[in-house]
Each structure stands twice: as C-alpha cells, then as structure tokens.
C-alpha cells in the first residue's frame, strides 16, 4: 500500500496529537512550545504539498478506511477519510493559512499568558478543520464542525480582558449553536430515509430520491447549517463581533479558514450529494444568499471604526462572491468561486495579518485615531497596500483574475439564460467591488496615511518573524494573480472537474460501477472556459472601477454639499466644529486637522443615511435578535424547500 | 407511536429556539441552547429506533430482511451529540459567568457593546 494513501489520516492526526503533545510538554518553555506548534502545521502543510501530484495531475482519489472497515456488500458502515481534488483544493486552503497563522503566532502572541492553552486550542481547530475538508462522513463533518466552533469560540475569548471579547464570543457560540444543530438536524433526516452517512453513498443515493419531502428540508438544514458556518447573510453579525475582539492570528483563521470550511461543505452539499445542476430554485437560492451577503456587508463595512471589525465584514462581502458563483452551477461559475475562495484567504489572511501588526505596536485597532503610520511602520505599509489592492480587484493581484471571472460567469448565465436575475447579480458584483475599494482608500487614510498622531511619534516597524508570514501571503497574491493559467491548471481545473463528476468518487469509495449502478454518470470536464483576465478590455474595466471610487469622493463630497452637511453636523454636534468640517481646508487649524477615514466618504454616507442608519440598529448586538434573525432565515430555507421544489 | 417522538422533538426544538429568541436572562438563553440539543438527539435517536427490536449483534452474512432489530448507529450518534451538547452548555456558563464579572449584569439588552 502506498504511503500517500496514509497521508490524509496522518495530516489530521499530526495536529490533534501536536495539540496534546503541546498541552503536555509546552507549559513551561516557549521553545518546546514552539516546536511543536511549527513540527505539526509544517508537517501537515508537507503532506497535503506531497498529494498534489497523484491527486491533482493524476486524477486520482484517496479513500481511507479507518480500521480498514471497507464497505460490505454495498454498504458503508466504517467511517472513512476520502480526499478528491475538491477536498485536497480546500485542505491546501486550510493548511497553507494555519501555517502563515502559526508561524505569525509565535512572536504575536508572545506577550500573553497562558500561551499552552492558545497552541493547543490552535492545534485543534487546526486539525478539526483539516478533518472537515478530508472527511467521507457526514457525521464526521459534524463533528468536527462542532470542535472547530468551540476553538474558535474559546480562541475568540482568549484575551478575556480585552474589551468585548466574551461577548463576542458568546454570540458566536449561541447563534452557532444554532447552526451546528440544523446541520444535525439535517444529518437525523438524510440518516432516517437512507441509513447511511457516507457521503459517497449519499451522492448515489441522494439523487435516486429527489422528490422525497424529507430530505429536500433535511436540504434546507443542512445548508443553513454550513451557511451559518460561512457567516453567510443573516449570519454576518457574529463575524464582525468574533473578528473584531480576537487576536490577528486567530482572525485569519475565522476568516481564511473557517468560511472556507461552510463555502466547502455548500459545494459538497449541492453539487455531490444532491447534484442540483440545473434547478432554477436552488441557484436563485445559493445566489441571492450570496448576493445579498456581499452587498449589505460591503455596505455595512462603510459604517466601522474598527479596524478588524471592517474587515470582518469586508470578508463576509468576499464569501458572499464565492457563494453567488458558486450557486450559478456553471463550469466558469464554480471554478472562479473556488479560486476566489483560495484568494480571499490569501488576501484576507494577509489583511487581519497588517491588522494585527497595527494593534501589535500601537495597542489600538481604532480608525479615528490611528494614522500617518506609513512613516514608522513602512513595511506593513507595503503588505496592507498589496492586500488592499488584491481585495479591490486591482490587477496584477489575484483578487482581480478571480474577481474577473466572476463578473465572467455571472453576464454570461445572464446573458445564455436571458435571465434579469444574474444580470442584477453582475451588476451588484461590480458595484460591491467598487465599494470595495472605496472603503480600502478609507482605511489606507485613516491609518496608513494622513497625520501621525502624537501618541505613535514612538512606535516600530514589527518584527521579522511576524513580516515572514505576511510576505508569505504577499508573494501568494502577487504568484497567484500574475500567473492564473497555472492556477487554473494546476487547482481549479482539477478542483472543477471533482465537483463535476461524483461518480468517480463514488466509485472508489464503494467499489466500481456502484455509481453508475444508481445512475450516477460521470460528465468530467475538458477545460475551463477561458478567463481572458490579460486582455485590453479588462484594463478598461480597471478604469471604470477607479473612476467610479474617485467619482464617489469627488461627487458626493463636493464642496457645497460638504459647506451644507458641515452646517448642519454643526447644529448637532459639537464636535463638528473641528476644523475638517470646515467648508475648505487652509489656514492654521486645518492643516493640523486630521482627516480621519470616516470623513473622506461622509457624502456618500449623508446621503445613504437612512440606509445606513437602518443597518446599524439592526446589528443590534443583543444575542437574542441575531438568534432570530438566524431562526427566521432556517424557517424561510425550510419552507421554501419543501414548497417549491 | 414514533409520530409522538418526531412532534415532541421539534416541540423541543422549537421551544428552544423561542427560549434563546425571547428570554433576556443569559442563563435563560444557555437553557434554549439545551433544549434545542435536546430536540435533536430524541430526533436522531427516534430515527433507529424499532419497538420491539433486538439488540444489533450479527455479522453481516446472518443478516436478512426478517431480521429486526434496533439500528446502533444512530444511537452512537445521539451519545457524541449528548457529549458534545453537555460541552456547549459547560462552555456557554463558563462564558456566562465571565460575563457577570465584566458586565455586572445577566440582562442581554445590557450587553451590547459591539454593534453597528
């Protein structure tokens, strides 16, 4: 038996033992500590390096079967690991981001206390979501799933005292609890008509029986479940409160890795296990969910003062792209919402990562009063702007190829099935990147540029051993966005062609012509529709994109629009009298006036002010509401379901 | 007779959920975090269920479709979610208590200082 077949089991193994080894060995010395954490996530980053060959170029599909308990007679009752290049796709996600997370770790977290404990939850949280994307068991997904929220939960809770963290870690808690029981919900329905867990079964199984009432709800649980992991719409409060009190370190693992491991198990869900290619209804579901996440989050994320906190919602707004390509059901469609999900946690990661670095060496995440940074901490500086740029979509990042390709997908299943609805959904994707990028120019203001404050005359750049891992992600960005085609060759492709042909995987999990025994047939795919990223109309597109942020200063703060607001915020507000609010900026006073990052977009913000005033009381903050929201959003999946399909 | 089980767990789970929607004590809230578990393990555990059946210990060449019994495997599952329920609720005071401490106060419309 090959060694690579053991190689899935051992990269989750590794983690879950370094976590105990750590609790064990790592309480006194930070190097033992260290050791451990650095052995476990290099060797599982390693071995998942090590199985892009046979899975990725030669197509192949592990299936490991825990105490080698195989199927008996068409039935699997063992619990199995089984990695195809969709699992493997998400696994290189997962391992490359824990390992930048680690590694960042080390010199971040070296101020806390209890740092055994930090390692050891971080090890398994690691390891819990490496077992998620590797697994062949529904029920092995649920499992992991609830140890991944608890380490997350606790992970968010570490620095108890820091302001917030336990309430934003008992809302995570609660509304995923919520989550965690529709996804068991679910798994009690699909096991009492189908008596089996396998997924692979399933996959055969599932689509035999597409009319049965149960498990189109057990449908409805099961995707509000991973939705509510994918801090999808109306799940996007709990991100924002959990990224924004975490540590940096621990952010870009919620963000980088664990919406990956909800966008994974939506892919698995309607694309393996129900094979919903061409119902109307579930891709204006996915879609609209997706749509609507990324619209309200982007908008939301005009609103914040906290640093994390925007880009909490700023990664929400990126899942919610993944996701409404995702539910497109096109070849194009989900190949750009895989790449754009492997980008978002490069770029993200490397945002919560400057984020970090920020809070690291001036103590404070605040957007008002941070700023002028550039000067002291150019470095960082560099890395926020390469982040920045890739989120916004600016060429030659990565964010731009994926974004490209989505705005691809989205006109072209508009334009094929003359639907309004994906148009709208194009229209929305262009207008949420703008914003995007709108928002960045705000926060690269408020904190990178403008006036030093007084308080930071004082502060250093951040240490190397915490740059490594930010210019680990840079370089992804800059390897990953100048060079798609290899991308594409290399992942999406492979990763494309898995979601494309179930039977395969479910041939080599329950033993050959089992999937084409319950008409299950393979319909693998040649190639991916050509992205055209390097051509001169995109660069046109890029134009469009920077016209429509400056347009949106340059309009909506003009000058008498500005002398009228200044008038009325004075009426208000005494605070409005600072100089900034003046209707023009010379003079004495202004040029010590620091223009904060919420003032470069106040028309914009004047104008929208209902809008935006509607959606901050309903980010109320209170536990109960966002249960609601949560509940409301299950019954209306539910029942939409069970009707309609 | 199963129909009762099913009804009774997504009473419980509904009721769980009004508990965690409308009640404002955060002990109250844990408490629907419970029931709602709850809800979902007499779920699982009504789904193997066969009244009368024995207990599952054959190998797989003595099994026939006469055979009855009652399924183990969603029993296994209702034991790793009670396990798992019993650590959220474990987790979830822990965090209430904390709260106490910082807040001063049980009430969830108090504890709000991340919004917007």
């Not at chain 1, 997962?94 to 390692?119: E, K, L, P």
């Not at chain 1, 890795?257 to 094979?275: D, E, F, N, P, S």
């Not at chain 1, 497109?328 to 469609?333: A, E, F, K, R, V």
């Not at chain 1, 490397?350 to 984020?355: D, I, P, R, W």
């Amino acid at each position: 038996m090959n060694i690579l077949n053991h190689f899935p089991i051992m990269s989750v193994m590794v983690l879950f033992i370094g976590a105990f080894v750590n609790a064990l060995v790592g309480r006194k010395s930070s190097a033992a500590r260290n050791g451990v954490t650095f052995v476990a996530i290099t060797a599982a980053l390693v071995m998942m390096l090590a199985l892009i060959k046979p899975i990725m170029l030669d197509g192949e599909v592990i299936t490991y079967w825990m105490g080698n308990w195989a199927p008996v007679e068409g039935w699997a009752f063992g619990i199995s690991l089984e990695v195809d290049a969709l699992s493997l796709f998400f696994a290189l996600i997962v391992t490359v981001a824990v390992f930048a997370s680690g590694i960042y770790s080390f010199t971040y977290m070296s101020h806390d206390d209890s740092q055994v404990n930090y390692y050891t939850l971080f090890l398994m949280l690691s390891g819990s979501v490496l077992g998620l994307v590797l697994s062949g068991d529904l029920f092995n997904i649920f499992v992991m799933v609830e140890i991944m929220t608890f380490t997350a939960v606790a992970l968010t809770a570490f620095r108890t005292n820091y302001e917030g963290a336990l309430e934003g870690a008992f809302k995570y808690l609660v509304v995923g609890s919520l989550g965690s029981t529709s996804l068991l919900v679910g798994i009690a329905m699909v096991y009492s008509q189908l008596h089996t867990l396998n997924l692979a079964q399933l996959s055969a199984l599932i689509p035999q029986n597409a009319s049965n009432p149960v498990l189109l709800a057990a449908f409805a649980f099961l995707f509000m479940g991973f939705a509510t992991k994918a801090f999808l719409f109306p799940f996007q409060p709990l991100a924002a409160d959990a990224h924004a009190v975490a540590p940096a370190s621990i952010s870009l693992m919620i963000s980088g890795v664990l919406t990956k491991c909800g966008v994974y198990g939506i892919v698995r869900l309607v694309y393996c296990l129900y094979q919903n290619w061409d119902l109307p209804f579930v891709q204006y579901l996915v879609t609209g969910f997706g749509a609507v996440s990324m619209f309200i989050c982007v908008t939301m994320a005009f609103n914040q003062h906290n640093f994390k906190r925007l880009l909490a919602f700023h990664s929400i707004s990126q899942v919610g792209y993944v996701i409404t390509v995702v539910g497109l059901g096109s070849i194009l469609g989900i190949s750009s919402g895989l790449y754009h999900a492997m980008n978002h946690t490069i770029f993200k990661g490397l945002l919560f990562l400057t984020a970090g670095a920020v809070q690291h060496q001036t103590g404070s995440l605040d957007l008002d009063r941070l700023g002028g940074l550039s000067k002291r901490m150019p470095r960082t500086t560099i890395l926020f702007l390469i982040g920045a740029a890739s989120i916004s979509g600016l060429p030659p990042f990565n964010g731009f190829a994926s974004k490209w390709m989505i705005y691809q997908a989205t006109f072209q299943q508009g334009m094929s099935t003359g639907n309004p609805f994906f148009i709208l959904v194009c229209v929305v994707a262009l207008i949420t990147s703008v914003l995007t990028l709108a928002s960045f120019i705000k926060v690269s203001q408020s904190v990178f540029f403008g006036q030093l404050p007084e308080e930071y005359k004082d502060v250093k750049e951040v240490p190397v051993a915490m740059r490594v891992p930010m210019w680990i992600l840079a370089a992804l960005c800059v390897v990953t966005g100048v060079f798609p085609n290899l991308v594409e060759k290399f992942l999406l492709l492979p990763a494309t062609n898995a979601v494309y042909s179930a039977s395969a995987y479910i041939d080599h999990a329950m033993g050959a012509d089992y999937a084409a025994a319950h008409g299950v047939f393979s319909n693998g795919i040649l190639g991916i529709p050509a992205s055209n990223c390097w051509q001169p109309a995109t660069w046109l597109m890029l134009l469009f994109c920077v016209t429509c942020a400056v347009a949106i200063v340059a309009l909506l703060g003009s000058p008498n629009d500005s002398k009228k607001l200044a008038i009325s915020a004075c009426d208000e507000d005494a605070e409005a009298l600072d100089a900034k609010y003046e209707s023009f900026f010379s003079g004495e006073e202004a040029v010590y006036s620091q223009v904060g990052g919420s003032d470069l977009f106040w028309g914009f913000k004047h104008n929208w002010r209902k809008y935006f005033s509607f959606m901050h009381d309903w980010h109320s903050g209170i536990v109960n509401d966002y249960t609601l929201y949560g509940a409301v959003a299950i019954a209306f999946v539910l029942l939409a379901c069970v009707i309609l399909l | 007779m199963m129909v009762v089980n099913y009804v009774g767990a997504f009473a419980l789970i509904v009721l769980g959920i009004y508990c965690m929607v409308a009640k404002r004590n955060l002990i109250k809230v844990v408490i629907g975090m419970g029931l709602v578990d709850y809800g979902a393990n007499l779920m699982i555990v009504t789904a193997g269920f066969n009244p009368g059946g024995t207990a599952p210990i054959f190998s797989i060449s003595e099994l026939n479709m006469a055979t009855f019994f009652v399924d183990p495997i969603p029993q296994a599952l209702t034991l790793t979610s009670i396990v798992i329920g019993a650590c959220v609720t474990a987790m979830s005071l822990s965090l209430v208590m904390k709260l106490k401490e910082q807040y001063g106060t049980l009430n969830t419309d108090e504890i709000r200082r991340l919004n917007g």
